[in-house]
């Protein structure tokens, strides 16, 4: 039930943007803002943030193929927003079979 809420606060904000903090580096807060609309192509730092799980847990799951991401060059990977929105009503759906 926990995830669901989550999931709707997530889907449903009002605003265009929403911030996203993280621990201090450097004796600023590193922080960005993400507009809720759009079909961001997000790092798996910021997609681990998106969805507040370990980056570790971001490549498991590109590697299990469970979320699809977008090479860049050789070793970068970029993931849509949209797909990790998808991925977070199917385990919402999961839940409530």
């Not at 970068?76 to 409530?96: C, G, P, S, V």
Request: aromatic residues 10%; proline residues 3%.
């Amino acid at each position: 039930m926990k995830m669901k809420k989550q999931l709707v606060n997530i889907l449903t904000k009002k605003n265009n943007s929403q911030k996203f903090f993280d621990k201090k580096i450097g004796g600023e807060i590193d922080s960005f803002s993400l507009p809720i609309d759009s079909d961001f192509l997000l790092s798996p730092l910021h997609a681990a943030r998106y969805l507040d799980v370990s980056v570790k847990f971001i490549y498991e799951l590109i590697q299990s193929g469970q979320i699809k991401s977008q090479p860049i060059g050789n070793r970068l990977k970029r993931i849509r927003k949209k797909t990790l929105d998808n991925w977070l009503i199917q385990q919402a759906m999961k839940f409530e079979r």
